[in-house]
């Protein structure tokens, strides 16, 4: 649905502004491409420490055995230098703050952790940061179609096209995070770890909003939730995850029995 929301977008582009069109889609193309290389080379410059397994034994090996059962390589895993409890993921790179040490024990670290590699896992390391500049890519074009076309029709149309854009990006990325959940679940040892962590972190909520909030595209935070609930919000509330991990949980012991 999404990639049909972005080709119509393109096509309106095309045809009301013909070259014009052709030389400001390749062209903010071409800008997002470069800003995503920029970021993905400095996304690192501050405060982090690549996890060496002298370090932490436990978190290392527990990352390597859920990697292997996930079927992926080893992620790269830092430390943030940060003592606001946090965690997030970005290409084969798992990164973790140091307050996360402070509020939760082995297990429920190796339950966020799960997390994360789920995201990896499941490829939305590669999928949020195409989603997030799609997003520009259509604010832009239809920017554009509204100060070049004079065309109502067209004008309504391009902005249609991004509100439902929109709509379909906050619906997938919510499914994504479940399914990052349901996959964490079949890597943990201890299932209901992960449950422990995020009923831990919905107190520090506030601390990572600013957090949040300063992150660029593609390193996006995927531990934090805002409380309060938002029709645009891209993130399922932590009640509504840790709901469904019990769900989970519970289902799969009820499918067991019967087996």
């Known amino acids: 649905m999404l990639k049909l929301i972005i080709l119509a977008q393109l096509l309106i582009t095309l045809f009301y502004l013909g070259k014009l069109g052709l030389v400001v889609i390749l062209g903010t193309i071409a800008f997002l491409f470069l800003t995503y290389i920029w970021i993905t080379r400095h996304s690192l410059t501050r405060d982090y420490s690549k996890l060496q397994w002298e370090e932490m034994p436990w978190l290392y090996d527990g990352i390597a055995r859920m990697a292997k059962k996930a079927g992926i390589g080893m992620p790269y895993v830092y430390i943030l230098d940060d003592y606001i409890p946090n965690a997030y993921s970005f290409g084969n790179s798992i990164v973790l703050s140091l307050g996360l040490f402070e509020v939760l024990d082995e297990d429920q670290i190796l339950g966020v952790a799960a997390h994360e590699i789920g995201h990896i896992k499941n490829g939305d390391t590669i999928l949020f940061p195409l989603m997030a500049y799609g997003r520009y890519l259509m604010l832009f074009l239809s920017a554009v179609i509204i100060v070049f076309v004079h065309t109502t029709i067209a004008v309504l149309a391009s902005l249609g096209l991004y509100v439902l854009y929109e709509i379909e990006r906050v619906k997938f990325l919510k499914e994504r995070e479940f399914k990052a959940d349901e996959t964490a679940l079949y890597l943990l040892d201890r299932p209901f770890s992960l449950k422990e962590a995020l009923e831990e972190l919905k107190y520090y909520e506030d601390l990572r909003i600013n957090v949040r909030a300063s992150a660029l595209p ?29 769900a989970e949980i519970e289902g799969r012991a009820f499918r067991d029995t019967l087996k």
């Open 218 to 246: 593609g390193i996006e935070p995927n531990i934090e939730r805002k409380q309060k609930k938002s029709f645009m919000a891209t993130h399922p509330s932590y009640d509504e995850r840790i709901w469904k991990i019990i």
